[in-house]
């Protein structure tokens, strides 16, 4: 069994950085354009691979190199990469001393020995629809009872004649001919390291391999066109202002038929003649009289779902003094319960007085001095 530790001539509880530290000074050592074996150096990118990876370290410490998963081959290789397209020429006026002991050859790596999977699947997820964000207005009346609501905003939409396939109903497909059937594209690609077989997703089929003899003369061939769209949505009761909903698969179409991008939508409350909203509490003004704040009064006041109740106004009220009414304000959207309602008292000072009320606010006042 190969030691991936002595391989690299490092301990077993070597640290992340001597790992990385050892396979650079190996890999300088060995590599192919300054003389050194080719073998030699696909066996410390091998460990090197296994060791720098928490994961598929652990496996290996645990099961020695015949594990699952480690993502290298029996001949130390790489899935979706091959040897046999490497060419190690040096690129023009590039030095392999040019870089010094911090160069992190892991980057490249991950780039060109991840394997085809790996970059198939990432490929894949282009097709799928992006998720769009919209914004709307509520009232808050929709707010504190919830409420449905239509909202309508330009997207990608899936085209209603080819039903998102791309091509004429009754017509065929045929194989790709830039991706011959393969749904990806082989392009070779010079780094330091050589020559590499790098695999892309075909753009001319988006990875189906496939074409239609007779794209749909409606999207094009795309399976989707813009278009506006309207859905309708639940406005959930207690929901606040700038809070956002989220509807999954929504958003812009996929390509040819992919899945659709989720949908997010930020939501804003129009302003209320009578209530203010601070979190779940509603706060209005009560405007009363200096007589009604004197003697005292029994006020009417609607709430927010239009239900009269009755808030006695002690004698004797400064302006400025607030009344808390329980259970009158918005429900809780994540608990159970409802805010408070909160009226503030404000004097209601008369512009134009006739002559008789001003008299009996001078004896009035008098009244108050004496």
């Known amino acids: 069994m190969k030691d991936y530790y002595e391989i690299l001539g490092i301990r077993q509880d070597a640290s992340q950085a001597d790992i990385k530290n050892a396979f650079y000074k190996l890999a300088h050592k060995y590599h192919p354009d300054k003389g050194g074996d080719v073998e030699k150096f696909k066996e410390i990118n091998s460990a090197y691979q296994v060791l720098s990876n928490s994961e598929k370290r652990a496996q290996y410490d645990k099961f020695g190199t015949t594990f699952e998963g480690a993502g290298v081959g029996a001949e130390g290789g790489f899935p979706g990469f091959d040897w046999q397209n490497v060419n190690f020429e040096e690129p023009s006026g590039f030095s392999f001393n040019n870089f010094g002991g911090n160069f992190d050859f892991s980057d490249i790596f991950s780039e060109f020995f991840g394997g085809e999977t790996r970059r198939r699947r990432k490929t894949t997820n ?71 077989t790098q695999i892309t997703e075909c753009p001319k089929c988006h990875g189906r ?60 409350l129009k302003p209320h003649s009578v209530f203010e909203r601070k979190g779940d509490d509603l706060f209005l003004t009560l405007y009363l009289s200096f007589p009604e704040a004197t003697l005292g009064k029994d006020v009417e006041i609607n709430t927010l779902d239009k239900k009269k109740i009755i808030l006695k106004i002690p004698a004797g009220t400064d302006a400025g003094e607030i009344f808390r009414i329980r259970g009158k304000g ?26 008789k009320a001003k008299e009996l606010l001078e004896e009035l006042q008098k009244e108050i001095e004496e």
């Not at 919830?146 to 065929?172: D, I, L, N, Q, R």
């Not at 639940?234 to 909903?245: A, C, K, V």
């Not at 918005?330 to 503030?344: E, M, P, V, W």
């Open 330 to 355: 918005i429900k809780h959207f994540s608990s159970a319960g409802f805010g408070d309602l909160y009226a503030t008292v404000k004097i209601k000072t008369p512009k134009n007085i006739s002559k």
């Open 126 to 196: 282009q097709n799928r629809g992006r998720d769009l964000e919209i914004t709307t207005e509520i009232t808050l009346e929709e707010a504190g009872f919830g409420a449905k609501k239509e909202v309508s905003f330009k997207t990608y939409v899936v085209c209603e004649h080819c039903h998102g396939k791309g091509y004429e109903p009754g017509s065929k497909v045929k194989t790709c001919p830039q991706c011959k059937g393969e749904g990806v594209i082989r392009e070779a690609k010079r780094t330091i390291l050589g020559t590499f």
């Open 209 to 268: 391999g496939k074409i239609p003899e007779k794209p749909c003369h409606v999207c094009g061939g795309d399976g989707r066109y813009y278009d506006s769209k309207t859905i309708t949505i639940d406005i959930p009761q207690g929901i606040r202002n700038g809070e956002t909903i989220k509807i999954r698969g929504e958003g812009e179409a996929g390509i040819l038929g992919n899945s659709s991008g989720d949908l997010y939508i930020k939501i804003f």
